[in-house]
């Protein structure tokens, strides 16, 4: 199969993506976002929300693009930028058209099961709770049921990684469920901010991880 017919397979309309951004604070913003149109020369995409909001991305902006097929276990990533912001009813991003793109595999984020203090903090409290299973796209925490968290959600954690400064980062609730103790709820939580040396921090986490599994 050629480039760009893959291409055309690849990013066609409704697709969804993973989106990142390394702003000019040197820290790198991950959304989720869906494929609207891809033309001759543009890849159109749905703006992503924060919190509700629309994700304002300036014109020039460089996107990394993440296009993952779970039945073939693959990834496919890619690199834009942004042409045009389209303000409407569904704001979008027009970007340039990928050129190129890398295929690796979804095993690049193998899960660790782990046991980490953390603590989980919002504008309204500081939560202590256990990281239980962690990758590099986020982790899963328990964390008292009576907790005032809901899917949708962001909130900043910091994990205590033995012989490392604590691991922070902004991450969002993608979704809550039940855990053996009926005093606790679990927490999936996706990353949508992190410093490019917590990053770096947690990648060697994970290399040391694989090495003891």
Do not use: W
Not at 91 to 103: H, I, N, Q, T, Y
Not at 172 to 185: F, G, L, M
């Amino acid at each position: 199969m050629s480039e760009e017919k893959l291409m055309n397979e690849l990013f066609h309309p409704g697709a969804a993506l993973k989106m990142e951004i390394i702003t000019e604070e040197n820290m790198i913003r991950s959304y989720n976002t869906i494929i609207e149109d891809l033309e001759h020369n543009f890849l159109i995409l749905q703006t992503p929300f924060d919190d509700g909001n629309p994700v304002y991305v300036e014109e020039g902006r460089e996107l990394t693009l993440r296009r993952e097929i779970e039945e073939d276990q693959k990834a496919y990533v890619t690199n834009v930028f942004v042409i045009e912001n389209r303000p409407g009813r569904v704001p979008l991003l027009v970007c340039g058209k990928p050129k190129e793109f890398e295929k690796t595999s979804l095993r690049r984020y193998a899960r660790f099961g782990v046991d980490l203090l953390c603590e989980c903090s919002t504008e309204y409290a500081h939560l202590p709770g256990r990281v239980t299973n962690i990758s590099l796209s986020g982790c899963f925490v328990e964390i008292a049921k009576d907790a005032p968290l809901i899917e949708g959600k962001n909130l900043q954690i910091a994990i205590d990684i033995s012989g490392e400064d604590a691991l922070t980062f902004s991450g969002e609730i993608v979704r809550t469920y039940d855990v053996s103790d009926n005093q606790k709820i679990g927490l999936a939580l996706d990353i949508r901010e992190i410093s490019m040396e917590m990053k770096e921090i947690l990648k060697n986490y994970l290399f040391q991880c694989q090495l003891l599994n």
